[in-house]
């Protein structure tokens, strides 16, 4: 998935970026017809007599693994469908897809350090990423291609096209989804956010594990080698056993910033598993942030301390050298993050401008 420039000659000074899903479509629907070949001979071999025991069960099982995948790849709403910079009003509004509550969040110019292309090398291949990044060290990567050329195009047009010196923008207000709550009680602002459907948005991920236990016990009579079949099947048990306590882990789970005069404290609540936490004092934050991009899942929203914030915004960017790959895994990992599983782009943002604010009239402290 990308973003891609779409003409829109009747509002100068506008840059509106679509999401293209054109190879998610074209996998989607090679996955789906090569499910449906698989899955009703599945099926139908668990009503034969002569069937080996473990055909019906890797043919089944088969088929809905790639079913599953065609739907993941069909119903990816999690990220923006537009992203559209307006230079009359100095804002990024990102745009999601009509589902219930506000739809719509603004990023002001302000916030915006400007536009780059990165470039990826995994083995012996080559990628180029265009970054929007931003002055809290935030990496937005809004597009990922094989080819140099098609990346620096998108980039040139932004370049041309984004006035980022615009700041007319300077405040805009985000409206609050309805799945966040904020207001005051006894220890200072507090701010929630708790997950809708947790439920349905791990039935697809089960059956995806439970259609891979299937064909890998249906396979285990055309096994040859016992070693690899062997871990295999641990491997899929134990994917299934995190994957449960994942699910199990957020059933229920409120997610509650509180901010005092002092300090920000970090809660989850509810659900059969006990949650996390964390106390940050306000004096030792050097930014609130969360990263964005195509390819990578990342729900999270981090409360960088003053001394990581530079280590942070290479591993963003992924301007480090080998000798800070180590000292940057130790520092992610050891961050303090707000978890916001499966949250939306908008929810992310409204959650970072409500600490943020919450932050500012607590204690003053600006530019976070």
């Avoid at 916030?111 to 995994?122: A, N, P, Q, W, Y």
């Avoid at 291609?145 to 096209?161: F, P």
């Avoid at 280590?311 to 707000?338: C, H, N, V, Y």
Wanted: hydrophobic share 45%; proline share 5%; aromatic share 8%.
């Amino acid at each position: 998935m990308n973003y891609a420039i779409q003409a829109d000659k009747g509002s100068p000074g506008v840059t509106v970026l679509r999401r293209t899903r054109t190879l998610e479509y074209v996998l989607g629907a090679i996955c789906l017809l090569i499910g449906l070949a698989a899955l009703p001979p599945g099926l139908l071999l668990f009503l034969a007599t002569d069937a080996g025991s473990g055909a019906p069960f890797f043919f089944t099982g088969f088929g809905l693994l790639f079913i599953s995948g065609a739907y993941m790849l069909f119903a990816r709403i999690n990220l923006p469908e537009f992203l559209i910079f307006d230079n009359g009003r100095g804002i990024l509004q990102v745009r999601e897809q009509k589902l219930p509550g506000p739809c719509d969040a603004a990023v002001p110019y302000g916030e915006i350090e400007g536009f780059l292309v990165r470039t990826r090398r995994s083995g012996r291949s080559t990628g180029h990423d265009v970054i929007m990044m931003k002055r809290d060290g935030a990496c937005w990567t809004i597009c990922s291609s094989a080819g140099e050329k098609k990346a620096r195009l998108l980039w040139d047009a932004l370049v041309r096209q984004v006035s980022l010196d615009s700041r007319a923008g300077e405040g805009a207000e985000t409206a609050v989804p309805e799945s966040i709550a904020a207001g005051l009680n006894a220890e200072g602002s507090y701010i929630t956010w708790k997950q809708s459907r947790p439920l349905t948005g791990s039935f697809v991920p089960f059956v995806i594990l439970a259609a891979m236990g299937m064909a890998i016990f249906g396979a285990r009579q055309w096994a040859e080698n016992t070693p690899v079949y062997a871990a295999a099947a641990v491997f899929i048990a134990a994917v299934t056993v995190i994957a449960l306590y994942g699910t199990l882990y957020n059933i229920g789970k409120s997610r509650t910033v509180t901010v005092t005069q002092r300090e920000l404290k970090y809660r989850e609540h509810g659900g059969p598993v006990p949650g996390r936490g964390f106390v940050v004092p306000l004096t030792d934050i050097a930014s609130v942030m969360f990263s964005f991009s195509v390819s990578q899942g990342d729900s999270a929203l981090y409360i960088v301390r003053k001394g990581e914030e530079e280590l942070m915004r290479k591993s963003a960017s992924g301007d480090f050298t080998p000798g800070e790959i180590l000292q940057a895994i130790r520092t992610l990992a050891g961050m303090k993050k707000i978890f916001l599983p499966n949250a939306r782009t908008i929810e992310k943002i409204a959650m970072e401008r409500l600490v943020q604010k919450a932050i500012a009239e607590r204690s003053g402290i600006t530019g976070l």
